[in-house]
């Protein structure tokens, strides 16, 4: 595991963060409006609505290295188009079951309502997020892939070195 | 539901008639006490005004304790003396709250053995009696309604503030419930949540003697023949210095002051001698020829 | 010009503002333009102080011409205040302005980062997102939709009313629906108004009868939207019309109804009142109610309790207007703005049981002091208290449910005006002693302050201090029989015990109680408090998120009549220009089938809230019908095949955005991260 090495270098955990327009990406640039200081590690997407995340948007980010992967959206009841938000609720329960199975922390994926109103609770949800993410340490998916597939590859050249035991 | 009981010094000394109503309305009520394993004195609202540290050190062992027993079975923890309610609670807001706090409090009670995580919850007999026993209950178990008690009662200063836990800080209603529910006439006044002078009647008696005046005679004049209340010192202040006020001031107070548990042992028909009823300086009302006379032999 | 159809490759423009401090304070622009300009398909990587400026537009403009650019980035502020200004610029350059794409480093970066270095390396991150996005951005084309020019204004106090005087006297159709049996709102119970002391109704009434009498204006009175569907330009309103059992076209308002009313007096508290007097069941809430009609309470008239009363009423009516069997009615109108005036409510003195309110009698509400001075209120403008008393001394407790913890934390901005008029009022009216209790006043206005000190010169007390409680209490002889407000005179450091005949609780501006429900309805949004959210604080206070619906008066916030009706002008302003422009841009962000890809497994029909996906049964594919397509993109997301997409948000878009965010090529600037 490479945690203590790049924890040395001075590793920052990276968020890939997920916001609504109308709500909580509304929320973020209140937050600083307000100059609402906060950790430095969240870098935000915008999309129209929560219910715009395709799970394979999470999945792909971590893939690339993300540490973390934050969704924000507008409270129940309260969604612009009604009822988007619903929809990412169910899907994030389902996702949060998938990352469970493969070993990924519960910490590092998290969805979050945030109305417009609420700059101080982005700030409060993103140093949270990135207090826990820090202590686990960081996930480095692209390393560890390339390291499953260099041992693939090792493997193969293996059976294809043993030619004449074909029939053994 | 079984709970754990802190008595406080006081309960054990001024407060005695307190500690035994309680035991006997709760034992009445077969509402299991287990009283708390070695609990030392709380601090009271001295020793806080001196070292805020070692006070809520002092305080933080007996929540240590009672988290400790907790997990053997017991309950949320009873502090009938409203000041160690308020200390005991306050402990527990500042060790959530103040990092500085928790730290010194925390490394202390390790000094001692003891590991606090924060889970003891801090109750006053008139929350659980009312909200978690429940008026239902307790009138069922009504053998002699109060008529004719007109009562105000007195809640003082430390039960309902700062933190309104059960009732509103300046216009609670806990124990006026009960009352009515034990078929008592509650009377609404003022001055239910003011304070009596707390030890000030030790220190500067005249600025205790003025505050218990206004309290007795405004009980007085609103027609109570009772004045209730949920804690030792106010019960001590508002009792004892009745002869005092009346030369000092030229009144002519003359009130009886007992415990709302006292008041409800009575209700439960619990025999006068075990609530401590022989212990109060002002005899109780004669309304009813039953309460008058303590029996000799009981 | 340079004609770019997507499938050249990417030559990408970038700039990097400095926002003058705000931004190049504490990122480091130069590194980010340098860093900017050795990413892939950038062809030139600018810094400039101000990106929006007209010589910042200008550099994308030339640029586009010059160096044969076909996207353009800018990182500057947030997207939601200048992308459409960047886009516009892109256009001007001749270039789809779609090919565009903004970076956030003012709102997400530098204002929220002490670090400067860390700043630096989230901005680079942003910005390479940015350019792989973009690369990969297609041409749109914006859809034009038509206005209505119709207008809704929901709510008739003054701010209701002044929207609708002007939008009418421009030419537009307005229907304006009061939830209340007349218009005029709170402004109506008001006696005089500060700081001219203006009588209220004398300034209300002619331009509460002018909106009865424009022909441009529809008064919907005792009638409520229920419901609201639709878009900028093209909503469609559902208006509940509650029966009033009386016809509006018949009844002139003569009043002979109520004289004949079986019941000799009333018996229901009068609302308009404030319960300071009763109403008959047959009751017009004030003489000068407009529409002047009057209605029948269901709940207390005779005839519908038992169906058997002698309706003297009836006998009465020589227009025959009165209609037992009248029924409510449901209307739907079309407009294409709608302006949500509708006002507030004061804040609940019983919340405060320490002042007293509700126990002891003559502790009163602002409002409830309104009517009682005023000459066609419940004493006829008497000093008479509950009890019969006429005050000798009168005690105003300001700040009642305002800038307090326990209850509210904002400034209620009137109550000190008000309380200093009332003041004036109870002086005049009886030569009583009157001492306000105030924490600080608050007579910004103008003439705010002048009349301030005329008070002063009037020997009106001001104690500064807040009050603990409102007593019966008396610790002397003197106190009997009054009220004792017990406060610390902070100005000597003394506590005070001021016994008074008469207490006026100063009771704070609130959002009506079902703000939520009804913010819901028009998918508004509401601030903390739960007031109606403006969509800029300063420089757009009457704007909503909501394109088309605009908001004024005090359900924005708690203001006075000076303010409301300037921000109902506003609004007005905002609703005429929507309208006259005649037709509005809507964002390309709609979703779409790509038809051989779609496998017809009908997952995305019931997905749409606004039901825009249909199935074409015949080819067994989905259909989006765009016009109803609002653009949030969870069809999108549900697609198992990938085949419906969503123009500017694109799955291929998004996922370059989420690679470039985090490959990181540039060791220096990444702090050792592989």
Redesign the interface.
């Known amino acids: 595991m490479t945690t203590t090495a ?1 924890q040395k ?4 955990p ?1 968020i ?1 963060a997920f916001f609504c ?3 909580t ?2 929320a ?2 209140l ?3 307000s ?4 950790a ?2 969240a ?7 929560s ?7 999470v999945l ?2 971590f893939a ?3 540490d973390g992967v934050l969704v924000g959206g507008c409270h129940p ?2 969604c ?5 938000n619903y ?1 990412a609720l169910r ?1 994030v329960r389902l996702l949060e079951r998938m990352l469970d199975a493969m070993g990924i922390h519960r910490d590092r994926f998290r969805l979050e309502w945030i ?4 700059g101080e609770k982005v ?1 409060t949800t993103i140093n949270d997020m990135v207090a826990r993410v820090r202590a686990l340490g960081p996930l480095g998916l692209p ?1 560890r892939f390339a390291d499953w597939d260099r041992e693939m590859e090792e493997l193969a050249h293996a059976v294809a070195a043993h030619t004449e035991d074909v029939h053994a | 539901m079984s709970y754990l009981y802190f008595p406080g010094c006081s309960l054990r000394s001024t407060g005695r008639a307190y500690e035994e109503s309680i035991l006997a309305v709760f034992r009445k009520l077969q509402i299991p006490l287990t009283e708390l394993e070695d609990w030392n004195c709380c601090g009271a609202t001295a020793y806080v005004s001196i070292d805020e540290n070692r006070a809520f050190t002092l305080a933080a062992r007996n929540l240590a304790i009672a988290e400790r027993m907790k997990t053997n079975g017991g309950g949320d923890l009873m502090a009938p003396c409203s000041a160690c309610y308020l200390v005991l609670e306050k402990t527990q807001h500042y060790m959530e709250t103040d990092d500085g706090v928790k730290q010194e409090v925390t490394a202390a009670l390790r000094r001692g053995g003891l590991d606090y995580r924060g889970t003891t919850k801090v109750r006053h007999p008139l929350d659980i009696l009312v909200n978690d026993i429940g008026l239902d209950r307790i009138s069922k178990a009504v053998v002699h309604p109060m008529k004719g008690m007109n009562v105000c009662c007195y809640y003082g200063c430390q039960v309902v503030r700062p933190f309104e836990t059960f009732d509103h800080a300046a216009y609670p209603v806990t124990m006026d419930r009960l009352v009515t529910a034990l078929g008592g006439k509650s009377i609404d006044w003022p001055m239910k949540a003011r304070c009596c002078g707390g030890s000030l009647t030790g220190t500067i008696q005249e600025a205790g003697l003025r505050l218990n005046r206004a309290l007795l005679k405004e009980a007085t004049a609103r027609g109570a023949n009772i004045i209730l209340t949920c804690c030792p010192l106010c019960q001590h202040n508002l009792e004892c210095y009745q002869k005092r006020i009346n030369r000092r001031f030229g009144e002519s107070l003359q009130m009886p002051i007992a415990y709302f548990t006292q008041f409800l042992g009575l209700a439960l028909g619990i025999p006068p001698r075990e609530l401590g009823i022989q212990r109060l300086f002002v005899p109780l009302p004669e309304t009813d020829g039953k309460r008058k006379e303590v029996p000799a032999h009981a | 010009m340079p004609e770019s159809n997507g499938h050249d490759a990417p030559r990408i423009g970038f700039y990097v503002c400095h926002c003058g401090h705000n931004i190049a304070g504490i990122v480091d622009v130069a590194a980010v333009a340098k860093f900017a300009g050795a990413l892939p398909n950038v062809v030139v990587a600018r810094d400039y102080k101000y990106m929006c400026s007209d010589p910042g537009q200008e550099l994308i403009t030339t640029d586009i011409r010059e160096l044969k650019l076909n996207r353009i980035v800018v990182a500057s502020c947030s997207p939601l205040l200048h992308e459409h200004t960047f886009r516009v610029a892109t256009e001007k350059g001749g270039l789809n302005p779609f090919y565009f794409q903004m970076v956030n480093i003012r709102e997400n970066v530098s204002w929220v980062s002490d670090d400067g270095k860390a700043a630096t390396v989230k901005a680079c991150d942003l910005v390479r997102a940015a350019v792989r996005r973009v690369a990969v951005h297609h041409p749109l084309e914006t859809k034009r939709v038509r206005i209505h020019p119709d207008v809704l204004i929901v709510g008739g106090g003054i701010s209701g009313i002044h929207a609708a005087l002007t939008l009418a006297n421009a030419g537009k159709k307005v229907t304006l629906v009061e939830r209340e049996p007349t218009i005029g709102g709170h402004m109506a119970m008001f006696d005089k108004t500060f700081p001219t002391l203006d009588c209220a109704a004398c300034i209300l009434t002619p331009k509460m009868s002018a909106v009865k009498n424009h022909p441009n204006i529809t008064l919907w009175s005792y009638s409520e939207v229920t419901e609201v569907s639709g878009y900028v330009g093209n909503y469609t309103v559902k208006v509940k019309r509650k029966p009033r059992y009386v016809s509006e076209e018949l009844c002139v308002g003569c009043m002979e109804c109520i004289d004949a009313c079986v019941y000799k007096e009333g018996k229901t508290p009068d609302e308009f009142n404030q319960g300071l007097s009763k109403r008959k069941p047959v009751y017009i809430p004030f003489p000068q109610a407009t529409p002047q009609v009057v209605l029948i309470d269901p709940e207390t008239c005779i005839e519908f309790k038992s169906g058997r009363c002698k309706k003297t009423c009836v006998e009465k009516c020589d227009r025959d207007a009165i209609d037992f069997k009248q029924k409510e009615e449901i209307r739907e109108i079309r407009v294409g703005a709608i302006i949500l005036a509708t006002g507030f409510k004061t804040f609940d003195a019983k919340r405060i049981p320490y002042y007293g309110y509700g126990k002891f009698p003559n502790v009163y509400t602002s409002i409830e002091v309104e009517r009682l001075v005023n000459a066609s209120g419940p004493t006829s403008g008497e000093l008479i208290l509950r009890d019969g008393r006429r005050p000798k001394t009168v005690g105003i407790i300001h700040c009642v449910g305002s800038r307090d913890k326990n209850t509210n934390r904002w400034c209620s901005r009137t109550c000190c005006m008000y309380s200093l008029k009332l003041a004036h009022l109870l002086k005049e009216h009886s030569h009583a002693e009157v001492y306000n209790f105030y924490i600080d006043i608050r007579a910004a206005g103008k003439a705010y302050e002048e009349f301030y000190d005329k008070l002063l010169e009037e020997n009106i007390h001001f104690i500064r201090g807040r009050v603990a409680e409102v007593t019966d209490w008396c610790a002397r002889p003197e106190e009997k029989d009054k009220l004792i407000i017990r406060v610390e005179d902070t100005m000597i450091g003394v506590v005070r015990r001021v016994p008074v005949d008469m207490v006026v609780l100063a009771v704070g501006m609130e959002p009506k109680e079902d703000a939520q429900d009804v913010r819901r309805m028009f998918n508004i949004s509401c601030s903390t408090e739960g007031f109606f959210l403006e969509r800029h604080p300063k420089l757009a206070p009457v704007d909503t998120f909501t394109d088309g619906i605009y908001i004024a008066g005090a359900c924005q916030g708690p203001k006075d009549i000076p303010d409301s009706v300037a921000q109902a002008g506003a609004a007005a302003a905002q609703a005429l220009s929507l309208i006259d422009a005649g037709e509005v841009e809507l964002e390309p962000n709609t979703a779409y089938v790509v038809e051989e890809d779609c496998s017809g497994c009908k997952s995305c029909l019931a997905i749409c809230p606004y039901t825009a996906i249909s199935r074409d049964e015949a080819k067994q594919k989905a259909v989006i019908n765009e016009a109803l397509c609002k653009g949030c993109g969870t069809c999108v997301a549900t697609c198992p095949s990938g085949a419906i997409r969503q123009h500017l948000f694109e799955d291929e878009q998004i996922f370059s955005e989420i690679q470039g965010l985090l490959e990181a090529d540039e060791p220096i600037l990444t702090g050792g991260q592989a």
């Open positions: 790049e270098n001075g590793w920052e990276r890939v327009n109308w709500c990406y509304t973020a640039d937050a600083g409006v100059r609402l200081r906060h430095p590690n870098r935000i997407i915008r999309v129209m609505c219910g715009r995340l395709d799970p394979q948007f792909d980010a690339r290295g993300a009841g309260d612009h188009y009604m009822e988007g929809k899907r109305s417009a109103a609420e700030k390393g």
